[in-house]
């Protein structure tokens, strides 16, 4: 699969992965523990995989065409 993104897109992706590490470190530092290279590491691809490859509506989790995440 071949996609062009527009560097607007990219901008918007990496302020979204950047938000998901910031909540990621609030929550390690709540909690005193955890792991953070792999989730800090993997915040860009969860990111573009979510929002901008992935077929998914989340006010309809349950819909039988969604793409699926193992």
Do not use: C, V
Not at 6 to 24: F, G, T, V
């Amino acid at each position: 699969m071949s996609q062009y993104i527009h560097d607007d897109k990219i901008k918007k992706l990496e302020e979204l992965a950047n938000q998901a590490r910031e909540l990621l470190i609030g929550e390690l530092t709540e909690a005193k523990s955890g792991h953070t290279a792999g989730p800090l590491g993997m915040a860009d691809i969860f990111t573009a995989l979510y929002f901008h490859i992935l077929n998914h509506d989340p006010k309809n989790p349950d819909w039988e065409e969604r793409d699926r995440l193992f």
